[in-house]
Structure formats: C-alpha cells, structure tokens
C-alpha cells in the first residue's frame, strides 16, 4: 500500500513559535519516513512562520490563513492532504521517534483499517508525567461514547473517511471539536487501537483546556448535542445517547468549577448531571467534584 505518501500530519497553529519548533524537530525524528508534514497557521500574527521555513525538508508545506479555530484548520488541512492516512499533532506536542513506524506496523497487520489510534501520555514541561493515556479496553466504538478519551494526537484516519466527514467548523466548539467528530465517525467507522504510548501532549498553562469560562462551556455543550442532532445517521444509531453525552459534559463543567474555586450554581449543576445520568455520580471526576467541593467549603470559612 505504501507506494506514494503514506501519512499526511496536520498541524493546527496559532501564536505558537516557541513552542512548535519542538513538535517539528518531533515529527522529523521519526523513524519511518515516508510522510509530509502540513502547518495550518489559524491566523497567527508571531514568527511561526519563520520558524517553519528555517527547517530545510521539502516534506513541510506551510499554509497561513484567517483565524477560524482549529476544526476548520484541520479541516483545510485535510483538503491539502496527499497521503493515504490523515494523522494530528498539536502544535505543542511531540511524538516519540517510534510513533509514525508504529502505527505503520499496525495499520499493516490490520489490513489498512479506516480509524485507528494508539496511547499518549501527558507531561509537563519539566517532563514530569500527569497522565498516560493506554487504558483504551473493549469495543472502542462504544468507549468514545463514555468521553473524549482520544484526543487528535494518535488517531489515523483513512484519506477517504476525512473527504466524507469533516471536523465542525463552529468554532465555539472547541476544545470538544474533536469529540463531536469522533462520535459522528463511530456510526460510520469500526475503530481500531492500539494502548501502546507513542506521542506526549505537553501540559502548560496556555493549553486551551487550562482556560476555564463557565459561559462558554454551557454554549459548548449546547453546540455539541446540536451538532449531533443535526446528523442522521448518529440519531438513527445512538440518538439515545444524547443524554449521557449531556451528562459527561455537565460533569465536566462541574469538574472545572471546583478546580477553579467556584461552588456558584453547583449543586444545580450537580442534580442536572444525575438526572441526565446517575453513573456520573460515582465515577472518578463525580468523586473529585465532592472533594474539591468540600475544600473549597472549608477555605471560605
């Protein structure tokens, strides 16, 4: 199969120069060679691009365009794409030198699956660990509906699958772009993985994850069930799931109040996600929720 391009990675940017030299230097290290590597630049208005052309690899396009979010930058760079799989990295991560040999061995004892992803562990940028994301069991396609588990970084996606179905160019979707996506693939695609960790998301106080507002996390939620409302094939398959999907993202609001130091409209917040979901309750973030809650209790005394 592998006779032209065999991966196309697609790096989203926006005012990261001093960052995504590191995640170039990454992708340049790989062992298996046979790749391009495509920077959409959102808008950005620093010397990304200047960074990029200091590397002399004809595999590099560069593509400036108006800031519009990173699904549609993904998305452009789909339509740029030349390989047969479209693969992601975060213009702040890395991947480990076997990453792109890995998957390549995978993909060929696989038969060449449509989707396929592989384990990523999360450091500072110290390099102490915070997470290991290789715990990915059972039938992933019903996994993803439990949360965003995956992330961009180590999903595989065959070229045709990214010229049928795109990323949601709404941009106030986003951080939770990628789950939307993952969840209207899961009707259309099996998903194949692997837990093996082969990539790192670097974790610092910029990410978009660490930039809580309580107003645009309830748009978010809001946008998310729309977005797969408005797809038949997800209704007609696992519309009844919408609920535990509202629950999950309720949750996670909930999450992020207390880790902020807000217990403002909690317990509204909380006897929503029960009600959507019970499960939500008693699992791990449930848990933290009360502790957290509890401490930001005993510091207002």
Known sequence: MPESILF??????????????RTIES??????????????DD??????????????????????????ERGVARNVGMEMAKGQ????????????????????????????PDFYRQGY??????????????????????????????SCIGVFLKKKVTDKVRFNPERMLCPSEDWDYWLRLSVRYKFYYDNRITACMLQHDERSLNNF??????????????????DKEF???RGQYLDQIRAQMYSLLCLNKVLHGSNKGLRRDLQKTIKLSKKELFKRRGLAILKYYILNLNKGK
């Open 8 to 21: 196309s990675i697609i790096v989203p940017t926006y005012n990261r120069e001093i960052l995504i030299q």
């Open 27 to 40: 992708v340049l290290k790989q062992t298996y060679r046979n790749f391009e590597l495509i920077i959409v």
């Open 43 to 68: 808008g950005g208005n620093d010397n990304t691009e200047y960074v990029v052309a200091n590397f002399d690899d004809k595999r590099i396009k560069y593509l400036h365009k108006v800031n519009e």
């Open 85 to 112: 799989y479209v693969t992601f990295v975060d213009s702040d991560d890395i991947f480990y030198p076997d990453h792109l040999q890995h998957a390549f061995n995978k993909l060929q004892k696989l038969n060449y």
């Open 121 to 150: 562990e999360v450091r500072d940028i110290n390099g102490k660990l915070f997470f290991a994301n290789n715990s990915l069991s059972g039938d992933a396609n019903e996994f993803i509906l439990k949360g965003n588990y995956f």
């Open 213 to 230: 507002n309580e107003s645009k996390s309830r748009l978010t939620i809001a946008l998310i069930i729309k977005s797969l409302r408005n």
């Open 235 to 237: 209704m007609a398959k």
